[in-house]
């Protein structure tokens, strides 16, 4: 027996699905910027799922693509759905994930230090 739950494979398997069709590009003019699938979450009866979106751009276009995305879901859903030949479609909601860009802030911090560091022993 798996350990993983129909639910987060589902998950897994949507975001899989998910990346590629926004790796072929979107219409909208607001999706700019590069987008990464960070991760996705499936309700227990599979009728909505959460993706996790990281955008690399300026906060102005971070928000832009963001709509675009949001405005784009239904058309997301419905391709996602179609590859993955679930029965019923997940209703797509998106949610900026900020670990990416928390991740590069502390990076950046930790680089300053060293250099001050670096600095101030010489």
Known sequence: MSTHS??????EEFRHGLA???ARGLKDPRVTGF??????????????VTAYVSIHAEDAERERTLEGLKAASTFLQREVARSLRLRHTPHLRFVYDESVARGD???RLLKEAREKDSHGES
Do not use: H, N, Q, Y
């Open 6 to 11: 129909r639910p987060a494979r589902v998950a």
């Open 20 to 22: 590629d069709v926004i």
């Open 35 to 48: 987008i990464t699938v960070t991760g996705a979450k499936m309700s227990p009866d599979l009728k909505e």
């Open 105 to 107: 802030r502390i990076e």
